[in-house]
């Protein structure tokens, strides 16, 4: 009997999610510009084309350090968040507000912060007396993915500082006034009781930012569009890039297959671990 | 008899039932979906609502949906919803996209509609390459729209200020070297900007340089590469060191897109700037105090082998999944007729592809910014007209970023484009 009311959400997802990726598949294995049989050419020519490893290092370099980023910065925001400060409800929500602004808009308005010429970021250090001359924030191959992993710390930071707040306000204060009544140190506190306490909420926040960081297209595509060079192009502007602009279906179906099974070798012990606790 | 009559009373009948359905289909609306990135843009939005209420005017039967779209996803939204079977009935596109699109079955043909319209009698007003231009397989599949040459767009009250005539603009790419040196007070002002993002325009700019100095981007055939040559790496490095060496160009120019460079001329920022019909009135919207119209001028490109510019050319394309291909080829013949082109170019100074509006119009013959850039259409060139043609840019602005951000020398950039476009163009299409 309860096949019968699991199967309309079984159906539903399979045209949703399976249809297109099976369809993804076949187009990858599809030959570029027809033919008649289906073959892994494409993905012989992906491995081979050093733009695309270049992309797929600078993925996992974005990712890394957007996820490292944003959980440090948001547990510490989140820690801070949980003392008894002034006004803590209004600082939460100006914490959350960056991850309310859509990444296209947060790309454009952080695009014309760090224009050399006119923008305001580089006028707000100069009068903090941090640098002397205008810096070229995102034309500069040194500094232009290290500039969008910096805007993208802003943007996301606040999801973890979310999910992590929610799980320090889960662990019961008497934790923590035993063990200072036994003498434990600030550090003690928070390796023993805080970091154990939010492990749970830590893999869930970890999960869900690693697949969102690979996934992240707007605001790279508004603020460099790969650019200078392929310095900043990741594997999803890449995929749009040959899809949409050069109409290599096939060669692009076989990008996204890889970057999913990057994604699913990645996201996939994650979710073990949580269905495992549970 | 009796059956005599009957009959006659069933053809009676038919005959009311069909009037009827005739005078009911006479009555229904068909609503047209129209689609151009003009529509975002200010003042030309307006221009094509007041254009296209004219024509609802003149075909009551015909009401006429208005799509915008941004220039820069214009082929990714008419890409997914052709191939997904619906999308506008009529869109905008400038030419180079038009390979890609024919290529794939994204453009309907034509010819059917413009045989029945006199065919080459029809199409003689039209200059010969930009109907060319519109031909996939020898069939039409798209009408040609504005049509303009690229040239240089300067302030001349920033020529005055430097000490330079703005009545001789420089002829040659040396003497535009010397006056951008003398036009250049940073951090106040630089003498021009280029754009070096990857952006569609940029090879509208970029071209003239590489063409005039007799390099060009693929040998004759279009099957390999030509930026081997001594005249295309002499062009590449005298573009790269205007920002690198002379430092004439502003900081930013490797992502500037072609508003950021427009912003910069609104803004006094910068001198001059590579244009056409629609840089004085965007620029003039950006920032009216600067008083464009009156302010800016146009002249030639310089040049130095050839005189040569690019060409700008813009197209009208209809949905293969239209379901009213008659009406929408009304919708184009109204938007690509006479009096169209010259209220184009009267509120929003594109000049025409119609010879019989770009050469004979006294509006366009009597204004400074369309005089030159009629002047320079004989001069004209086209990029290649290949579906790989935005691989290949992507791989040659790749490079250009490259050489401006000093991660390679002009040299070892321009080598690795003409590897990377050498391996697009052998790759089985």
Not at chain 1, 164 to 169: K, P, S, V
Not at chain 2, 238 to 262: C, H, S, W
Not at chain 2, 383 to 402: G, L, N, S
Request: glycine residues 6%; contains cysteine.
């Amino acid at each position: 009997m309860w096949t019968f009311f699991v199967l309309p959400g079984t159906i539903l997802l399979v045209l949703v999610l399976g249809f297109p990726a099976f369809q993804s598949i076949l187009y990858s294995i599809y030959p570029e510009g027809g033919g008649s049989s289906y073959n892994l050419n494409n993905y012989s020519i992906l491995f081979s084309d050093s733009v695309f490893r270049q992309v797929f290092g600078n993925t996992v370099l974005f990712v890394i350090l957007s996820v490292a980023s944003h959980l440090l910065l948001g547990l510490g925001v989140a820690l801070v968040l949980n003392m008894e400060i002034f006004a803590k409800p209004l600082f939460r929500l100006i914490a959350l507000l960056p991850w309310v602004v859509p990444d296209v808009v947060v790309g454009i308005i952080w695009r014309w912060m760090f224009d050399p010429v006119y923008g305001s970021f580089n006028d707000l250090l100069i009068k903090a007396g941090l640098i002397s001359t205008h810096i070229q924030w995102l034309s500069n191959p040194k500094l232009a993915l290290a500039s969008v992993i910096f805007v993208n710390l802003w943007r996301g930071f606040p999801f973890v500082m979310l999910i992590l707040l929610a799980g320090l306000q889960s662990i019961s204060t008497v934790l923590y006034e035993a063990a200072a009544i036994d003498g434990a140190s600030r550090w003690q506190l928070f390796s023993r009781i805080t970091l154990p306490g939010l492990k749970k909420m830590l893999v869930v926040a970890l999960a869900l930012d690693i697949v969102w960081e690979v996934r992240r297209f707007g605001l790279i595509q508004t603020m460099t569009q790969g650019g200078p060079g392929n310095i900043t192009e990741v594997l999803s502007t890449y995929i749009y890039k040959q899809y949409f602009q050069f109409f290599r279906f096939e060669y692009a179906s076989a990008v996204a297959v890889v970057m999913t099974a990057a994604l699913l070798m990645v996201s996939l012990p994650y979710i073990w671990m949580i269905s495992q606790e549970e | 008899m009796r059956f005599f009559k009957t009959s006659i009373l069933v053809v009676l009948g038919l005959a009311v039932l069909i009037g009827l359905s005739t005078f009911a289909n006479a009555q229904e609306k068909v609503t047209l979906r129209f689609s151009d990135w003009h529509l975002t843009e200010a003042p030309w939005d307006k221009t094509l609502a007041d254009a296209m209420a004219l024509f609802e005017q003149r075909n009551p039967n015909i009401k006429v949906a208005l799509e915008p779209v941004s220039y820069k996803d214009k082929e990714t939204k008419y890409t997914v919803e052709t191939a997904a079977g619906k999308g506008p009935d009529i869109f905008h596109l400038h030419a180079f996209s038009l390979p890609m699109f024919f290529d794939k079955g994204f453009a309907k043909d034509l010819t059917p509609f413009i045989e029945k319209e006199g065919g080459a009698k029809f199409l003689e007003p039209w200059y010969p390459l930009c109907i060319n231009m519109m031909k996939y397989k020898g069939k039409i599949h798209a009408m040609p729209g504005d049509y303009m040459s690229m040239v240089l767009v300067f302030n001349t009250e920033l020529f005055k200020e430097a000490g330079l005539d703005p009545k001789k603009p420089p002829k040659t790419w040396e003497e535009f070297l010397e006056y951008n040196i003398k036009l250049t007070k940073p951090p106040e002002r630089w003498g021009v900007a280029v754009l070096g993002a990857k952006d569609p325009g940029f090879e509208l700019r970029f071209s003239p340089f590489l063409w005039s100095f007799g390099g060009d981007y693929l040998t004759p055939d279009n099957k390999k590469s030509a930026l081997n040559t001594p005249e295309a790496k002499e062009a590449f490095k005298y573009f790269i060191e205007l920002f690198t060496k002379y430092k004439v160009m502003p900081p930013g120019v490797p992502t500037m897109n072609a508003q950021d460079v427009r912003t910069q001329l609104a803004h006094r920022k910068i001198a001059w700037e590579i244009g056409s019909g629609w840089t004085a009135p965007i620029v003039n919207s950006i920032n009216p105090e600067l008083k464009a119209f009156d302010v800016l001028a146009a002249a030639p490109l310089p040049s130095k082998k050839k005189k040569v510019t690019t060409i700008w050319l813009s197209s009208w394309v209809m949905n293969p999944n239209t379901k009213h291909p008659k009406e929408a080829w009304e919708l184009l013949k109204f938007i690509t007729s006479k009096e169209m082109e010259l209220n184009w170019f009267v509120k929003n100074r594109v000049t025409s592809s119609r010879k019989d509006v770009s050469e004979k119009a006294p509006e366009i013959l009597n204004d400074k910014f369309a005089s030159v850039i009629a002047s320079q259409l004989p001069y004209g060139k086209v990029v290649p007209q290949i579906p790989q043609w935005p691989e290949i840019m992507d791989a040659f602005t790749t490079a250009v970023q490259e050489a401006f951000t000093e991660m390679k020398t002009p040299e070892k950039a321009l080598a690795d484009a003409h590897e990377r476009i050498n391996g697009i163009l052998a790759r089985k299409k």
